[in-house]
């Protein structure tokens, strides 16, 4: 994986650079995870780019396996995602449901989600 520490406001997070590597299942993100600690983050801010194609169909239960990887181990976790991908069917009511909480959250651009990362520290 392929990624950059960034700083924004008091918060530390590792960016996964968007051609830098996929989180594909459960083994994967615990690397991620792993990679964290080594680093002394617990923000990770990742690009629709390191996320498999199921990860955005919630039938596939991908998603909710990589996510509750992040929760159990207290890593906040930011998304960008494109509007076009973000908008469909379930996933689009997972996005809505999930963005109310600091856990998880799906933002259109870098911008949005670096004020997120500074916010909530």
Sequence with gaps: MEYQIIHAGNASALECLPAGGVVSD???ALDLIALCGEEQVDIVLLYSENLPVDFFD???GVAGRILLKF???AIRLAAIIPPEIASQGRFHEMVLETNRG??????????DAIGWIQKIW
Excluded at 102 to 111: I, K, T
């Design 26 to 28: 459960e083994p994967s």
């Design 58 to 60: 919630l039938k596939s």
């Design 71 to 73: 929760s159990n181990y």
């Design 102 to 111: 600091n856990e998880f959250r799906v933002f259109s651009n870098r911008a």
